[in-house]
């Protein structure tokens, strides 16, 4: 299915004749029949740099008259890029995130409070779309005004909550600070995404919230979220709707991995007509595993997300992830989830990765904490970093999105 999927895809892109067309045809590929999956590694990459050149809707291969939505990344790693969607598309992802809330074990029954941003970014209309098309209830909350949100979650009771990590934290300390305890809450599960968290982070959403946690992927090029998510049953991976999004992992010189290799994820639309994608490269960094064992879910699936390409940070010479300092700060229970890591590279010669949290305790021993942390870090990456110990509050929050954690400090750019 999936091949037969891949080579309408193909025909789709020769016929549209815009950019992917042309680089099929330089490459020998007149028709769709002339490609097939195991040999899709030789066929040429798509960047967010075509979308970006051919703002803003170069990479679309629909008729106009047949577009009924746009949806934009949030511009996380640059520019602006813009998605057109079919009623085709938005079916497909419909269908995708309907399945991903299901494996999450929501149901018709269910009550879903989406606090993901409604809008351009794909976070909130895609859960929206999801749960309305399995029929559960979804209050469209969207981001910000928490207090109201508050208020609505204690009235109404949901039992599923979506929105960002961070957001899920914010929402649980605001709780907490009101003095409401988690078991007080009626929430059972959480689909959480749309920014890089760890198992540390989960823990702490878990107990702060009294729910399960599970992580959600996707982009807006391919489609939103609902490219994978992780079900009740896929062993702490996430499934990939891999019958529409066509998943391959390479190296840094375009090779492909094999699976339990992390490397950057590629994606193949293989079911889209709106803005369809033959080897998107997505920027972020994830293995591939095979099915879980024992599960009704045949689907391939990936690990969490480690990061993406551009967020990697190369310091005297030892590559880092935000994501592995999220994890070394975490495990300390005596951090609170809020961070800071600043790359400083004001000294050339000599640049600094510091790292600022916050205790969770306001009468903690922070040069304590400093010492613990700089030791444990030096640990698990190799590398000195300074840390610091603010007074609560101190670390910007996230209300609405992603939140920021990096921080990139450099003279004479
Ligand atoms: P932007 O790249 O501007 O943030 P999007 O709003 O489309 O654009 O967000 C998609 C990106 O968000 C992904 O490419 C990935 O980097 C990140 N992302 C989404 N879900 C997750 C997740 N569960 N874990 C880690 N990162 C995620
Ligand atoms: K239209």
């Known amino acids: 299915m999936q091949e037969q999927r891949l080579r309408r895809l193909v025909d789709r892109l020769l016929a549209a004749g815009g950019v992917q067309g042309g680089r099929l045809r330089d490459c020998g590929v007149e028709r769709g029949d002339d490609v097939s999956l195991d040999q899709l590694h030789r066929l040429p990459f798509l960047a967010k740099e075509d979308f970006w050149e051919s703002y803003p809707f170069g990479m679309r291969s629909a008729p106009a008259e047949d577009v009924v939505c746009v949806h934009g990344s949030s511009g996380t790693a640059g520019r602006q890029t813009l998605v057109a969607y079919t009623a085709h598309d938005v079916d497909v992802w419909a269908h995708v995130m309907a399945r991903a809330l299901g494996g999450a074990g929501v149901t018709r029954r269910s009550f879903v409070h989406c606090s993901y941003g409604y809008g351009m970014f794909t976070g909130g209309l895609g859960v929206h779309h999801g749960a309305t098309r399995l029929g559960a209830t979804v209050l469209p909350a969207s981001s910000g005004a928490t207090d109201r949100q508050l208020r609505l979650m204690l009235d109404l009771r949901p039992d599923v909550l979506c929105c960002t990590p961070s957001y899920a934290i914010y929402l649980g300390e605001a709780f907490a600070a009101t003095g409401i305890t988690a078991e007080q809450l009626s929430l059972r599960v959480g689909v959480f995404g749309a920014e890089p968290w760890t198992e540390e982070m989960r ?118 992830f935000p994501s592995e300092v999220e994890a070394v700060l975490l495990a300390d229970p005596r951090v609170a989830p809020h961070y800071l890591i600043v790359e400083d590279r004001r000294d050339r010669s000599r640049p600094e990765l510091r790292i600022a949290v916050e205790p969770r305790d306001p009468q903690g021993d922070a040069e304590a904490i400093e010492r613990d942390l700089t030791a444990a870090l030096h640990a698990r990456l190799g590398l000195g970093c300074v840390v610091r110990v603010l007074p609560p509050d101190h670390i910007p929050r996230s209300e609405t999105g992603k939140a920021r954690r990096l921080v990139r400090w450099d003279y004479g750019v």
């Open 203 to 320: 823990q702490g959403v878990e107990r702060l919230l009294g729910l399960r946690a599970m992580n959600i992927y996707g982009l807006t090029e391919v489609i939103g979220p609902g490219v994978a998510c992780e079900s009740l049953d896929s062993g702490g991976l996430l499934n990939i709707a891999e019958d529409h999004f066509y998943p391959e992992v390479v190296g840094p010189d375009g090779q492909p991995l094999a699976d339990g290799q992390p490397g950057e994820l590629v994606f193949t639309t293989l079911t889209k007509t709106g803005t369809p994608l033959l080897r998107y490269r997505t920027g972020d960094v994830a293995a591939l595993h095979g099915p879980a064992a024992g599960s009704a879910r045949t689907l391939r699936r990936m690990s969490r997300v480690l990061g993406r390409t551009d967020d990697m940070l190369i310091i005297r010479g030892v590559n880092v």
